[in-house]
């Protein structure tokens, strides 16, 4: 639906160089946050030059969580970023996959679409690339765009040439390109070299594209001397080139932004007259750079141990939560394949959080069993809540309770957590799962329904597997109770111990809603819950 505007949305482009994974994304998102206190309304979308369709099977360890949006498309982690930084919600057609680009594509040559015509990078792929970027844009004022990987990657080529060709849709005047590069520090000459920044500034010139702005990140801040360089060799003006050197909190990157020359070209570019109003931001840096006078030790029951991208949304909403309760946090990583009452013993509170296989499995519901005996804070998330039932279960008489993933079944009388009726058979297979927003009822009264304020919520799902409500008996007297279920009573979405400080566990993924500014009111009760 187009929303009443006048005005042509503007879009800005940001492409990456010299090395990926310098914070491109971060750039893009800062840049975001400061359009939304200027009071547009922004939206951003990812472009991945990957062969893959979504972001659904790849490996957490190579690629980070996969994010998943309300409208459940399963995503790379960087939307995760977007609505951190934008506090919106993005939509399934706010990540774009080459594999997806190609798959429409072929799927349109093989039934014909293309009359006969041959199909080529340029103008089929291009066209379909541009339509997608329109088609994310479509309520926005402004609409940035993050292009993954760097620019001559081969297989990023068809976006850089559809972002190019973009302008000439809307108008040059209406398009920002931003180039994100690196500048190493060479240690031996004790010297910043720009030399691979400017062979990167050369590349994108030679697609056709010209920068806008140059954001130079380094890993301590750099002379503006270093600037003017870049800026020279670019052919754009100094004020244009701004450096982002490595810092503590990635939510200080917008006051960076805001500090230096290229918030001018920002306003001539969106004609924007008033300063952004960043006083939640600012309060936001001040309580988390605060020294809080109590620290408090949370245990992430983990199977990628010290990974912080593979929980990134989990340990960015109990962070956003210490801060708002203005203490420190400490986040301890407990490997759940050698996970042992002592590791239990030696914080504050659990978080068990989502998961998939077999593998660090017993230490969840030990942690789970730990907890309900010793009245620690637990917060169960999706699989942390599938273990913590098992777990009760089998205090509850089920000697051997597990999941129907991990090889319980039916005739064993043990499949606390069964497959979910319409997975069965779908269980390798990509986009399948139960995903994105599904709403909950909770039980009046409820531990739950007190910490919402409401009696039905909705929050984002990514699972195949359930609870089996045939042993709830079981897991009553394991001392859990059901306190919020699907609509239709069939799902069990929350589940918790009443007579417990705070145990509380969700089939949900409510780390996905949570946010900076305002942090997800499970994490700040679990929080909470520590002092
Ligand atoms: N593996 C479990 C399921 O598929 C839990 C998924 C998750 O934690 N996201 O139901």
Redesign the pocket.
């Known amino acids: 639906m187009k929303k009443q505007k006048t005005d042509q949305t503007k879009y800005i482009f940001v492409t990456g160089g010299v090395l990926s994974g310098v914070g491109k994304g971060i750039t893009a998102a800062s840049i975001g946050a400061i359009l939304k206190a200027q009071g547009y309304k922004v939206s951003i979308q990812k472009c991945d030059p990957y062969l893959n369709v979504d972001a659904g099977l790849l490996n957490p360890v190579e690629h980070g969580e996969c994010f998943v949006t309300h409208d459940g498309k399963e995503t790379d982690l960087d939307l995760g970023h977007y609505e951190r930084f934008l506090d919106f919600e993005a939509s399934k057609y706010s990540s774009v996959l080459s594999g997806a680009l190609y798959q429409e594509l072929i799927e349109k040559e093989r039934s014909g679409g293309f009359h006969g015509k041959t199909v080529q990078l340029v103008p089929h792929y291009t066209d379909l690339a541009q339509e997608k970027i329109e088609k994310a844009s479509l309520e926005s004022d402004i609409h940035i765009v993050e292009i993954g990987g760097t620019v001559g990657d081969y297989e990023g080529l068809g976006f850089i040439e559809a972002i190019r060709l973009f302008a000439n849709r809307v108008g040059r005047r209406n398009c920002l390109y931003v180039h994100v590069v690196y500048v190493p520090w060479i240690n031996t000459s004790k010297e910043l070299k720009t030399k691979p920044a400017q062979n990167a500034l050369k590349d994108l010139r030679g697609f056709g594209i010209i920068p806008d702005m140059v954001v130079c990140r380094t890993e301590r801040p750099a002379p503006r001397s270093m600037c003017e360089k870049i800026a020279a060799f670019s052919g754009i003006e100094g004020r244009a080139v701004l450096n982002l050197p490595d810092i503590n909190s990635v939510y200080d990157v917008p006051f960076n932004v805001l500090k230096s020359g290229v918030i001018e070209i920002l306003n001539e570019f969106t004609g924007a007259k008033k300063a952004p109003d960043m006083s939640r931001w600012e309060e936001f840096s001040r309580l988390r750079s605060k020294e809080h006078s109590k620290t408090f030790t949370v245990g992430l029951v983990a199977k990628y141990v010290g990974n912080e991208d593979a929980y990134i949304c989990v340990t960015e909403a109990l962070k956003a939560a210490a801060t708002w309760n203005d203490l420190n946090l400490e986040i301890k990583w407990i490997n759940a394949e050698e996970a042992a009452d002592e590791d239990f013993a030696s914080v504050d509170g659990i978080v068990v ?5 077999v593998r660090g499995v017993e230490g969840k519901i030990k942690a789970a069993e730990y907890a309900l005996e010793h009245d620690k804070p637990y917060l169960g ?4 809540m ?1 273990m913590a039932c098992v777990a009760a279960a089998r205090r509850g008489g089920v000697a051997n309770a597990n ?1 129907e ?1 991990f090889g319980a079944n039916e005739a064993d009388g043990n499949n606390i ?1 069964y497959i979910m009726e319409n997975q069965k058979g779908k269980e390798s297979t990509g986009g399948t ?1 139960r995903l994105g927003d599904y709403p909950a009822q909770l039980k009046p009264g409820s531990r739950v329904s007190k910490i919402y304020g409401s009696k039905e919520v909705v929050e984002r799902h ?5 609870v089996n409500q045939k042993f709830i008996p079981e897991i009553e007297k394991g001392g859990i109770v059901v306190s919020g279920t699907s609509p239709d009573g069939k799902l069990v979405e929350f589940v918790e111990a009443p007579k417990h400080k705070f145990f509380v566990a969700t089939q949900a ?1 409510p780390e996905l809603k949570s946010r900076p500014l305002h942090a997800h009111p499970l994490f700040m009760e679990f929080i909470k819950s520590l002092r």
Do not use: A, V
């Open positions: 959080p989502g998961g998939f296989g998330l999706c699989l942390g599938q999941s993933e957590i799962m990514r699972h195949r597997y359930e993924h």
